[in-house]
């Protein structure tokens, strides 16, 4: 099956600089989704063109540095993210594509944007695109587009270049299932290859013996600005003092059968949706309003954890004690954010949840966690109702009532506005969160 990125490469060799940089300038196109995310316009030839004039050294060296980052990190407000995430922070005098790379764990996003137009340019970029692949095709694109530039170099005779010497690191690091491991919670930290505190690591991969390594990299993804993180330990003490019992059993599940798609098959936005769709349907809610009773029943718990504003401090989550007994922990003080994250777990142990006793709901952007949010949006507020009442009138002053109705906020309400097209992107301040 052919990938729906490629990074196409045709090689126009220049005169000076150093060996590596001058055999490997090339015409450097990325295609996605059918659209040439480098199409520009060359003022010096006053044309158009699909594939501009870079160093496909340079591209290969920052992608193979940052590899772990791309493949695994989500996208982050913090100070230093874009330097690994961003082609514009290549450097080395080549005017680069403004083309944002990140993932959320199954599905890698590329995000074109126009650059500025300046006097004296000679290369300005138009495209203005959004595309999402598999991880999986993002490997296998990158992988052979490093191994083209290795075999240039190789052609050209020239060896032991750094890109080479980071190259093999990596693929080394990949097929060594520890070392996957910590870089893979290296880059949901935000932090580059043993960059991060070693105590850090090793508590992480503790918790995961006790939590499960799935939910420790959730809350991993979810690390402060300092880079620390919930232990196993905190999660403990704060279920204890701030938790409310729940019962799994008597939690609600999906019969065998739903038909729901596999976890990555589609975007995380889709799966939670189809998850909430099947549940409201198994239920016979129709499009009816949830009451805080039927929500806090179908999660196995009393309804007094909604109205009761025990603050979790920055984390929601459930952690199981045996298969009988659970605590759970909201963090917002507010009825409808409580609501809407008690959804979030229940939509995690029915269609994101891989195990292990915690069932975190973080402010990370993985697909776990996006999923969970879909999920939540869906089953609290139907679209097909939402869309019926709203009649085609989506102003503020109708999302608001909506939202009331539904017991939501009114940014639920503007997040499925926007994920099935009845708003533009631009009226979703979380750019990419629904498409990705």
Same mark, same amino acid.
Request: hydrophobic letters at 40%.
């Given at each position: 099956?052919?990938?729906?990125?490629?990074?196409?490469?045709?090689?126009?060799?220049?005169?000076?600089?150093?060996?590596?940089?001058?055999?490997?300038?090339?015409?450097?196109?990325?295609?996605?989704?059918?659209?040439?995310?480098?199409?520009?316009?060359?003022?010096?030839?006053?044309?158009?063109?699909?594939?501009?004039?870079?160093?496909?050294?340079?591209?290969?060296?920052?992608?193979?540095?940052?590899?772990?980052?791309?493949?695994?990190?989500?996208?982050?407000?913090?100070?230093?993210?874009?330097?690994?995430?961003?082609?514009?922070?290549?450097?080395?005098?080549?005017?680069?594509?403004?083309?944002?790379?990140?993932?959320?764990?199954?599905?890698?996003?590329?995000?074109?944007?126009?650059?500025?137009?300046?006097?004296?340019?000679?290369?300005?970029?138009?495209?203005?695109?959004?595309?999402?692949?598999?991880?999986?095709?993002?490997?296998?694109?990158?992988?052979?587009?490093?191994?083209?530039?290795?075999?240039?170099?190789?052609?050209?005779?020239?060896?032991?270049?750094?890109?080479?010497?980071?190259?093999?690191?990596?693929?080394?690091?990949?097929? *060594?299932? %520890? +070392?996957?491991?910590?870089?893979?919670? #290296?880059?949901?930290?935000?932090?580059? !290859? @043993?960059? &991060?505190?070693?105590?850090?690591?090793?508590?992480?991969?503790?918790? *995961?013996? %006790? +939590?499960?390594?799935?939910?420790?990299? #959730?809350?991993?993804?979810?690390?402060? !600005? @300092?880079? &620390?993180?919930?232990?196993?330990?905190?999660?403990?003490?704060?279920?204890?003092?701030?938790?409310?019992?729940?019962?799994?059993?008597?939690?609600?599940?999906?019969?065998?059968?739903?038909?729901?798609?596999?976890?990555?098959?589609?975007?995380?936005?889709?799966?939670?949706?189809?998850?909430?769709?099947?549940?409201?349907?198994?239920?016979?809610?129709?499009?009816?309003?949830?009451?805080?009773?039927?929500?806090?029943?179908?999660?196995?718990?009393?309804?007094?954890?909604?109205?009761?504003?025990?603050?979790?401090?920055?984390?929601?989550?459930?952690?199981?004690?045996?298969?009988?007994?659970?605590?759970?922990?909201?963090?917002?003080?507010?009825?409808?954010?409580?609501?809407?994250?008690?959804?979030?777990?229940?939509?995690?142990?029915?269609?994101?949840?891989?195990?292990?006793?915690?069932?975190?709901?973080?402010?990370?952007?993985?697909?776990?966690?996006?999923?969970?949010?879909?999920?939540?949006?869906?089953?609290?507020?139907?679209?097909?109702?939402?869309?019926?009442?709203?009649?085609?009138?989506?102003?503020?002053?109708?999302?608001?009532?909506?939202?009331?109705?539904?017991?939501?906020?009114?940014?639920?309400?503007?997040?499925?506005?926007?994920?099935?097209?009845?708003?533009?992107?631009?009226?979703?301040?979380?750019?990419?969160?629904?498409?990705?």
């Amino acid at each position: 099956m052919p990938s729906n990125w490629a990074l196409n490469v045709e090689w126009e060799p220049v005169g000076s600089g150093p060996p590596e940089e001058r055999v490997c300038i090339a015409a450097l196109g990325i295609q996605a989704n059918g659209v040439w995310l480098t199409e520009g316009r060359d003022a010096l030839a006053n044309r158009l063109r699909k594939a501009p004039l870079l160093s496909a050294y340079h591209l290969a060296e920052w992608i193979a540095w940052n590899w772990w980052r791309l493949r695994w990190e989500p996208r982050s407000n913090a100070i230093d993210w874009a330097y690994s995430h961003r082609l514009t922070t290549i450097g080395g005098g080549y005017i680069w594509p403004n083309v944002t790379i990140f993932s959320d764990g199954e599905r890698t996003a590329l995000i074109a944007k126009p650059t500025d137009e300046r006097p004296q340019t000679p290369f300005r970029y138009i495209a203005d695109f959004a595309a999402v692949v598999q991880a999986s095709e993002f490997e296998t694109e990158v992988d052979d587009f490093v191994d083209q530039v290795l075999q240039r170099l190789d052609s050209e005779n020239i060896g032991n270049t750094n890109l080479a010497i980071i190259w093999q690191g990596v693929l080394k690091e990949r097929h *060594a299932p %520890q +070392l996957t491991r910590t870089r893979k919670l #290296e880059a949901l930290l935000g932090q580059e !290859p @043993d960059e &991060s505190n070693p105590q850090t690591l090793a508590r992480l991969i503790a918790d *995961a013996e %006790q +939590l499960s390594m799935a939910s420790v990299e #959730e809350i991993a993804a979810d690390h402060r !600005p @300092d880079g &620390s993180v919930s232990t196993a330990d905190d999660l403990y003490e704060i279920a204890k003092k701030k938790g409310f019992d729940a019962s799994p059993p008597d939690m609600v599940r999906l019969s065998p059968g739903s038909g729901l798609p596999r976890v990555g098959q589609v975007p995380a936005w889709r799966l939670g949706a189809a998850a909430a769709k099947a549940l409201r349907e198994q239920e016979k809610l129709d499009g009816k309003p949830i009451s805080n009773d039927l929500l806090a029943k179908m999660a196995g718990t009393q309804t007094s954890i909604i109205g009761d504003h025990k603050s979790g401090q920055n984390i929601s989550f459930a952690l199981d004690d045996g298969s009988q007994h659970s605590r759970i922990v909201l963090r917002s003080k507010w009825d409808d954010g409580r609501r809407f994250e008690l959804a979030r777990l229940l939509g995690d142990r029915i269609a994101g949840s891989r195990g292990g006793r915690l069932f975190p709901a973080t402010r990370a952007y993985t697909y776990r966690q996006k999923m969970q949010r879909s999920f939540a949006a869906e089953f609290l507020s139907p679209f097909e109702a939402i869309d019926e009442m709203l009649a085609g009138d989506c102003s503020t002053e109708s999302q608001f009532e909506v939202a009331e109705h539904f017991g939501v906020s009114e940014l639920t309400i503007r997040t499925l506005l926007v994920n099935h097209g009845r708003l533009g992107r631009e009226d979703l301040d979380a750019e990419f969160e629904a498409a990705a």
